[in-house]
């Protein structure tokens, strides 16, 4: 028998199911739309001085200076959580600014979770849409001009694909428990991630730009953006 890609072997998932059978629908296409807005998104991150700024009033302050977007909730470390590494400071300085640019740009996405401690595996930012679909968002701040090209993408590895899943399959839960996804949104979200079935993206922050789209459904893995020359 296949192993599951959670490592459960075909038995009980996170959420006390089973994982799914071979014989299980094929996963819903991508679509395209929902693509090109996050590759333009992607391309026009660096052109945009505001882009990580929240300047409202109802503002989450944090301990590392960066007042937080409320609809993104709080974060996982807590809002007063300081990073003793000045590199793992601006890394989070990065992932801050990139939740806030994510839930202005896509107000339909439930941030689920994000800002963990420095060294936690698994992706930096989880997020699910009214439809279900898991969007996992993962920062790479560089302190140099960089752009962020496929080889540099988050979750390469099986081991690492692996663990942020168990993280999104926890966090799923989390959410449906405190009511911050609906129970309809959650149970679909809950079924993409029984089939790994989710989109990774990889964002440049700091000095970095552009970044990487891949989408995952299942054993199937496609960068989808950038689009390969011919």
Known sequence: ??????????????DGSTAASPNSSPPEE???KEFAHISRWLSERNV???????TG????????????????????????YQPNNLNHRKGLEGEF????????????????EFGRKAGEHGPD???VDPNGKITVLDSKWRGADTSISPSRR????ENSLQSALQRIGLSI?????SGRVSPEAGATALENWRNGNLTIVTVGTGNARNGVIERIAGDERAVVHPKRRP
């Not at 988050?154 to 590895?157: E, K, P, R």
């Not at 839960?173 to 428990?177: I, W």
Request: proline share 8%.
């Open 173 to 177: 839960n989390a959410a449906m428990k």
């Open 48 to 54: 945009r001085a505001d882009k990580d700024k929240y």
């Open 1 to 14: 028998m296949k192993e599951d890609r959670r490592g459960h072997n075909g038995g009980p998932s996170l």
């Open 154 to 157: 988050a979750h390469q590895t």
């Open 57 to 80: 009033a109802d503002g989450i302050d944090t301990a590392i200076g960066v007042r937080l977007d409320p609809r993104v909730g709080e974060p996982a470390a807590g809002r007063d």
């Open 97 to 112: 600014g990139l939740v806030n640019d994510f839930a202005r740009q896509f107000p339909d996405h439930t941030i689920i």
């Open 125 to 127: 930012v989880i997020s």
């Open 30 to 32: 991508p679509d395209p």
